[in-house]
């Protein structure tokens, strides 16, 4: 029996939100806690580095230093290459309601997986006391 219009459109439309919600929480996973590292953060870093390799004599030291300018640049160039978590959020946003209704998935689930309040409160998710 061949699918409906409607029953291919719901398809598509839970493969769009799982997308989505999967790239916002594995942006959220991600990210380390404490002070976040920017591009602007790495290109400082680099800079100094650069600096230090001008003046430094002792040949282990060059060795060092070389080597923590490739892990600072591939850092850079990390960064520069994620999307925009605002945007992951942004989608996110658009289909955790409708997501959450459809698989049951609490308000709390989201908190206990990383979600911050404010964006499943922007999402529509309530916080429930089945919660």
Same mark, same amino acid.
């Given at each position: ?8 459109? #719901?398809? /598509?439309? &839970?493969?769009?939100?799982?997308? #989505? =919600? ?7 996973? *991600?990210?380390?806690? &404490? +002070? ?12 100094? =580095?650069? @600096?230090? !390799?001008?003046? $430094? ?14 892990? /600072? @640049?591939?850092?850079?160039? $990390? =960064? ?5 978590? @605002? @945007? !992951?959020?942004?989608?996110? =946003?658009?289909? #955790? ?8 998935? *609490?308000?709390?689930?989201? +908190?206990?997986?990383?979600?911050? /309040? +404010?964006?499943?409160?922007? #999402? &529509?998710?309530?916080?429930? +006391?089945?919660?």
């Amino acid at each position: 029996m061949p699918m409906s219009d409607e029953h291919k459109a #719901a398809l /598509a439309q &839970g493969r769009r939100e799982s997308r #989505a =919600i999967k790239a916002y929480l594995e942006a959220l996973r *991600s990210r380390r806690p &404490g +002070r976040p590292v920017t591009a602007e953060s790495v290109r400082k870093r680099i800079e100094a =580095i650069n @600096e230090r !390799l001008e003046t $430094e004599e002792d040949p282990l030291k060059q060795v060092e230093l070389r080597q923590e300018l490739l892990d /600072a @640049e591939a850092t850079l160039k $990390e =960064i520069e290459s994620k999307e925009d978590l @605002e @945007e !992951l959020e942004k989608a996110f =946003i658009e289909a #955790a309601k409708s997501y959450s209704e459809r698989k049951g998935i *609490s308000y709390t689930a989201w +908190r206990q997986v990383g979600v911050p /309040a +404010r964006v499943l409160k922007a #999402a &529509g998710i309530p916080r429930t +006391r089945q919660s």
